[in-house]
């Protein structure tokens, strides 16, 4: 006899008609059934999840495919080779607002920013780039900093540039706002520029291998003697300067890598030379190039970083006769015996250049003439004595009056 389960159907004809078997048999395959719904509903679910997620990644600021990021990031590389086109760039398509405290915002994030282009635009001379330098400067909180504490903040937040009036205008500003958040440690802004200015040199002094005299702890005070408004600063106080910067040398901010191809992009004249040698009179043939008030030789021009750097600071050029080779020139120092100068060693190693002069010979006499009559613009003397002794003057103007 068949049994009956109430209530349950097939498709088309009742349970009733089927054995007991056949009934568990259709309730297993609808169990089975309803778990693997249950199933794809989850996988479902989790598809949706999943793409989801990804479209949010599509549409974030950061995706590579967003629009806004990626002209964000044409806008960084345009400032990196010309900060104020790159800045045009950013304002017409709407990523930074045309105002000084805006783009000193981005200035003073500096993501994917080189530091030496953020220090030519903050130098420029127009009234909009030092309205930007004013809010930039102010982004800085120097309370309750000795003076080397806050220079190593300032100066790492972009490379000082190499004109001697953006310097000034600069440093002028950090000056400024170093006395309005401490008022109690110096008598007069021009006493911190002119002690800042010292810290600096100080540190160039101290750590730069080209340097063969090192200041002394007696030198630094003798030379910031009468700077506090006629008044001698403590000597205590630059004792601990001179141990600060002597201990722990100032730390330059290092771009993305493409500072000396930058350099090298557009340099002010480049071909080849014949070079003399220091300690061996031989000659070999150089690549040289000269840019930013320096002249760089190189063994290849293929060569990313260069043998030898020679600061033209403080130096001359002259033509000479050489019985060896034609079309000599030399460059000589004029304040010191050597010229401050570094290179490479056999191993890589950055060594001190012993040289009293650097004889070079040219292919003919009308390079010849180029070359000195280029490094004679390029030459330059250290802007710092000169901004110095111009606020000693002020300074001394003041304590007369």
Known sequence: MKMSTPGLHTEG?????????EQQLLLDIRRKKAQLLQEIQTLKDEMAEVTAEMEA???????????????????????????????????????????PDDIAQFLYKGEGLNKTAIGDYLGERNDFNQSVLDAFVCLHDFTDLILVQALRQFLWSFRLPGEAQKIDRMMERFAHRYCELNPSIFQHP???????????????????????????????????????????LPRELLESLYESIKTEPFKIPED????????????????????????YKSWKRRWFILNDNCLYY?????????????????IEVREVQDR????????????????????????????????????????????????????RQSISHNPFYDMLAKRKKNIQKNSNR
């Open 13 to 21: 004809f009742p349970v009733a008609d089927l054995t007991p078997e």
């Open 57 to 99: 990644l599509d549409t974030g600021e950061d995706s590579k495919n967003n629009p806004k990021s990626k002209q964000m990031s044409i806008g960084r590389k345009k400032f990196n080779m010309d900060p104020k086109k790159g800045i045009e760039y950013l304002i017409d398509h709407g990523l930074l607002k045309n105002t």
């Open 190 to 232: 021009d006493t911190c520029f002119v002690l800042s200015f010292a810290i600096i040199m100080l540190n160039t002094s101290l750590h730069n291998p080209a340097v063969k005299d090192k200041q002394t702890i007696e030198q630094f005070i003798t030379m910031n003697r009468g700077i506090d408004n006629g008044d001698d």
């Open 298 to 314: 190189f063994e290849y021009t293929t060569d990313k970083e260069p043998r030898g750097i020679i600061p033209l600071e403080n």
């Open 324 to 375: 060896n080779k034609p079309n000599c020139f030399e460059l000589y120092a004029t304040s010191t015996d050597f010229i401050k100068a570094c290179k490479t060693d056999s191993e890589g190693k950055v060594v001190e250049g012993k040289h009293t002069v650097y004889r070079m010979s040219a292919a003919t006499p009308d390079e010849k003439e180029e070359w000195i009559k280029c490094i």
């Open 256 to 279: 993305d890598g493409n500072d000396l191809m930058h350099t090298f992009f557009n340099p002010d004249r480049e071909g080849w030379l014949m070079k003399q040698g220091g300690r």
